[in-house]
């Protein structure tokens, strides 16, 4: 099986908790991945909204710190550049692509964006829930979307080659980064509204706008983004929003975004080691061609276009 997953939290796990990627109690362990190939995982630094200014960059730096010390010696690749995901690829061996969940990270600092990049970061939501100095978060009554720093970071991110990500994001957030984006940008572990009703799942119109714009959506595992009853959520939840994403048009822009180590999962899920079952079932329902797009293609082919 070949995966491609646009987000989970197991190195903000590893580095908070003191752990590693190889622990076997997380959603997430490289000693569970023997069989993926290729494998190729995003693994975000989650910036907390407790989390502002020099606090947040010494969490982001001490995070990258867990990362270098847990690839060091390891036959995982950092993938940095398109070419990078090519060779895991043609290799059918295990990747890496570092990504930032929340732009607090930033400090209000542009420059910060460029420190980014050249830490090896190739993709960032603008918010978490809350506020920070891009914006307003999901979480927001306001909805104030992009502040005049948010526009100029966006603008940064596109000229240095950060891809925006909008999953978390306020409503007016999104429609403002619609707005001002050359490029194409993505939601990277976000649903449907339409068959879970959470605030953080996308609206019709938005997931038309990222087919139209050749944008990328990662299905979330998160119980309650998958089922309005969050403890009746299983794994054929994701079928259905998979399902629903390809009828209206998506099925080049939907791939995987778990979100593994940041959220309760389907209660029949126990972890990275479903995803063999996950896949069968995907395989079952929608045949060998439109699950192999989901679980590697589509992921596969956004990111090589755009690093």
């Known amino acids: 099986m070949r995966l491609f997953d646009m987000h989970c939290d197991t190195l903000y796990r590893a580095y908070t908790e003191n752990s590693t990627l190889y622990d076997d109690s997380f959603h997430i362990s490289f000693n569970k991945v023997r069989s993926i190939s290729p494998y190729i995982q995003c693994l975000a630094v989650w910036i907390p909204d407790e989390y ?18 847990q690839l060091e010696n390891k036959d995982i690749e950092w993938c940095k550049t398109a070419e990078d995901i090519r060779r895991v690829a043609e290799n059918k061996s295990k990747g890496i692509i570092l990504t930032v969940e929340g732009g607090a990270v930033l400090g209000g600092a542009i420059d910060k964006i460029q420190a980014l990049y050249d830490k090896g970061v190739r993709m960032m939501t603008l918010t978490w829930n809350g506020k920070n100095e891009l914006g307003d978060g999901i979480g927001e009554e306001a909805e104030g979307g992009l502040t005049d720093f948010g526009r100029e970071a966006v603008r ?46 996308l609206t019709d119109e938005q997931f038309a706008v990222l087919i139209s714009r050749e944008g990328l959506t990662g299905l979330n595992f998160c119980a309650e983004f998958l089922n309005k009853n969050k403890t009746n959520a299983q794994m054929y939840d994701i079928i259905r929003h998979a399902e629903y ?38 395989t079952d329902y929608f045949g060998r061609d439109i699950t192999n797009d989901i679980f590697f293609g589509n992921a596969y082919r956004f990111f090589t276009d755009n690093l």
Do not use: Y
């Open 245 to 282: 994403f390809i009828a209206v048009g998506g099925e080049k822009c939907v791939a995987m975004g778990g979100d593994f180590d940041g959220a309760d999962i389907p209660s029949d899920m126990s972890g990275i080691e479903a995803m063999e079952k996950l896949h069968e079932m995907f």
């Open 52 to 69: 502002r200014g020099e606090a947040a960059w010494q969490l982001f730096e001490g995070c990258v710190g867990k990362l270098k010390e």
């Open 156 to 201: 940064e991110m596109e000229r240095v080659g950060v891809i925006v990500d909008i999953s978390h994001a306020g409503e007016k957030l999104f429609w403002d980064v619609a707005g001002i984006t050359e490029k194409p940008f993505v939601a990277s572990h976000s649903n449907i509204r339409a068959l879970a009703p959470h605030r953080r799942n």
